[in-house]
């Protein structure tokens, strides 16, 4: 089975809902069988590199919102977070455009460490005040996982994975993705959003279940002649 997520480093709910498919996904018995991809989306491909001021007041800015009302937000967010075992800390949270991240995932994603990458990543960001935007940053997220250091930085320097990212993007333009976390299975069922694991459990059993149809017996039921472990009837 294949699952294709499209999410963005700076959503924080794209960490919930990974978490949360994680969940789905422990409890499902053909979980070894299952193959994820990640895909990049950019919330706000226009930030500039590195912002100067807080999360809350980029938020409200953008959004012509109150401060206070972004504050109660952020609360509700970290409440949510808290309940998948994230700590959130939105005070320290370093707001910086997210295209050189996801530059890094794509050379990790052929590396084999894609999954390892988006954790740090998504981690760093939301729980530990990394800055994704700093090469630095992102090559020491790459090194912890076994990529190597001049190769991180030579790609980040050239922007050979900056036409991927594009693909991506434009992909999810193309079936239709407006936000994320965006969930597709088998490219045939979408989930929309951090939804809760029971959602992903049953999308999942879905999906499973019309790849294998069960069989169905052409007959009056009863049997015919055949051979068994106790012999063939006569």
Not at 53 to 77: C, W
Not at 200 to 218: D, M, N, S
């Amino acid at each position: 089975m294949q699952i294709d997520i499209w999410s963005d480093i700076a959503c924080p709910w794209c960490f919930i809902g990974k978490r949360r498919l994680e969940s789905a996904l422990e409890d499902f018995e053909h979980r070894d069988e299952v193959e994820v991809t990640w895909h990049s989306y950019q919330l706000d491909p226009s930030l500039p590199e590195h912002y100067d001021g807080t999360e809350t007041e980029y938020l409200a800015s953008r959004k012509g919102m109150p401060e206070e009302q972004v504050r109660q937000m952020f609360g509700h967010v970290a409440e949510q977070a808290a309940g998948e075992g994230l700590a959130y800390d939105f005070d320290a949270l370093v707001v910086a455009n997210s295209a050189r991240a996801h530059e890094l995932l794509h050379l990790a994603k052929e590396r084999g460490v894609a999954g390892a990458v988006k954790e740090a990543l998504l981690s760093g960001h939301f729980e530990h005040g990394a800055d994704i935007g700093d090469v630095d940053t992102l090559v020491r997220v790459g090194v912890d996982a076994g990529l190597d250091e001049a190769e991180i930085r030579a790609a980040l320097e050239d922007g050979r994975y900056r036409p991927s990212v594009e693909a991506d993007v434009s992909a999810a333009r193309h079936i239709g993705v407006t936000g994320v976390p965006f969930v597709v299975v088998d490219m045939k069922y979408a989930v929309s959003g951090a939804q809760p694991p029971e959602v992903f459990r049953e999308v999942l059993q879905k999906a499973w279940a019309e790849q294998t149809p069960a069989i169905q017996v052409v007959g009056d039921g009863s049997g015919g002649d055949a051979c068994g472990p106790d012999g063939c009837a006569v």
